[in-house]
């Protein structure tokens, strides 16, 4: 069902449905432009278009991706339930394979701490000379 009259709409406030999810919401700012022939296109909503992108990037299929997601209860690191952190897939920035999934504050500080090989050590000296 359509919220906002399609004919007397602005431009922008044009009404689409994504074909791939179903969401219906304004062109600007939910749904992707790609140029098609010279012609933009607005078939997929942007959440789509990042998902079936990060699913390419990790060479496995949106579906996939999701039956991960789904199938990971804890963070693989600290082994907490998924609730207020979000979900996050960990891979290798080197050859971009899948390590696991992770909390968003795991998943960052593994990639600060993979940024410098003794970084880690460095960490591990500075809390046990600076805690008493």
């Known amino acids: 069902m359509t919220l906002?009259?399609?004919e007397n709409c602005p431009k922008g406030n044009e009404i689409k449905i994504c074909k791939k999810c179903g969401f219906e919401g304004t062109k600007f700012p939910f749904f992707h432009r790609s140029?098609?022939?010279n012609i933009n296109q607005y078939g997929n909503c942007k959440?789509?278009?990042q998902k079936v992108t990060r699913a390419w990037r990790y060479g496995i299929s949106t579906e996939d991706m999701?039956?991960?997601l789904?199938?990971?209860k804890n963070c693989e690191l600290c082994d907490n339930e998924f609730k207020e952190n979000r979900k996050v897939i960990d891979h290798c920035?080197?050859?971009g394979h899948i390590r696991g999934i992770l909390c968003d504050p795991c998943n960052t500080t593994l990639g600060q701490l993979e940024k410098n090989d003794g970084m880690l050590n460095k960490f591990i000296n500075y809390l046990k000379t600076k805690n008493k």
Do not use: G, L, P, S
């Open 4 to 6: 906002i009259d399609k």
């Open 35 to 37: 140029k098609i022939n």
């Open 47 to 49: 959440k789509c278009v």
């Open 66 to 68: 999701d039956a991960m």
């Open 70 to 72: 789904d199938n990971a």
């Open 93 to 95: 920035h080197k050859d």
